[in-house]
């Protein structure tokens, strides 16, 4: 029997798996390279394994709400955003976009375009 997914998914945007090479910044300290997992209007799925590895695992949700920027040298654009979860055992990082340097660009390569 199938199971309903009515109202399962939480998210406004639908998701595309896509990797992206990705320029993290977090505040002046925590800076590297990372690829997407999958991104959305309104959020990005980013790995790396090293941005935050110098921090102890029980400071690290003092980061949720950080603002964090994502740069997409490939695509000359930049995202800014918070970030909403961390899983620092994979080096996973979730984000909420807060806004674009070309929101024109950023619904193309999410498959959004008008």
Same mark, same amino acid.
Do not use: Y
């Given at each position: 029997?199938?199971?309903?997914? *009515?109202? +399962?998914?939480?998210?406004?945007? #639908?998701? #595309?798996?896509? @990797? ?11 800076? %590297?390279?990372?690829? /997407?997992? *999958? &991104? ?10 090293? &941005?935050? +590895? ?9 980061? &949720?709400?950080?603002? &964090? #920027? ?7 654009? /930049?995202?800014? %955003? ?7 055992? #994979? $080096? *996973?990082?979730?984000? @909420?976009?807060?806004? /674009? /340097? ?8 999410? $498959? =959004? =375009?008008?």
């Amino acid at each position: 029997m199938a199971q309903s997914t *009515d109202g +399962a998914e939480r998210r406004r945007h #639908k998701r #595309k798996r896509i @990797e992206l090479m990705a320029l993290i910044k977090v505040g002046i300290i925590h800076q %590297g390279r990372g690829h /997407t997992k *999958d &991104i959305s209007l309104n959020g990005i799925w980013v790995e790396n394994r090293t &941005i935050f +590895a110098h921090m102890r695992p029980n400071r690290i949700p003092e980061l &949720i709400n950080t603002q &964090i #920027k994502i740069s997409f040298p490939q695509e000359s654009l /930049t995202v800014m %955003g918070k970030i909403v979860r961390i899983d620092h055992a #994979k $080096g *996973d990082i979730a984000l @909420e976009v807060v806004q /674009t /340097t070309n929101d024109e660009t950023w619904k193309k390569i999410c $498959g =959004e =375009e008008s």
